[in-house]
């Protein structure tokens, strides 16, 4: 299984991305997709996650201003990011757990898209 992400890139304060993130391979079901980020310095935080039947959970830091979403028949999850801010400025992974293939059931990581905020 691979993920594979796009969408990051520079764009000033208040402005908008759109994130994707597609994973392939021989997967029969995937439970729940994610974002997380890392900051420079920082550990790395779970931005938004969707799971189940597309139930979401959002980082305090986000809520309001990020929209995640997912196409269950692409195995793709999107992050739509509005109202960026500076500190929204890091390197963001795509996360795919609970992915049941024919013979595993696994968590898998996407190699990061960098988005920076300029103020």
């Known amino acids: 299984v691979q993920l594979q992400a796009s969408g990051g890139g520079l764009v000033q304060a208040g402005g908008s991305l759109r994130l994707s993130c597609a994973a392939s391979?021989?997967?029969?079901?995937?439970?729940?997709m994610a974002w997380y980020r890392q900051a420079p310095g920082k550990q790395r935080e779970l931005v938004a996650r969707?799971?189940?039947?597309?139930?979401?959970n959002y980082a305090a830091s986000v809520k309001g201003r990020f929209t995640i979403s997912r196409d269950s028949a692409k195995n793709t999850v999107y992050l739509q990011m509005n109202s960026l801010k500076p500190e929204d400025t890091a390197v963001y992974y795509c996360?795919?757990?609970?992915?049941?293939?024919?013979?595993?059931?696994?968590?898998?990581w996407g190699q990061g898209t960098l988005v920076t905020v300029s103020s």
């Open positions: 969707i799971f189940g039947s597309d139930s979401t």
């Open positions: 996360n795919a757990y609970r992915v049941r293939t024919i013979a595993t059931m696994g968590e898998y």
């Open positions: 391979g021989s997967i029969i079901s995937i439970n729940g």
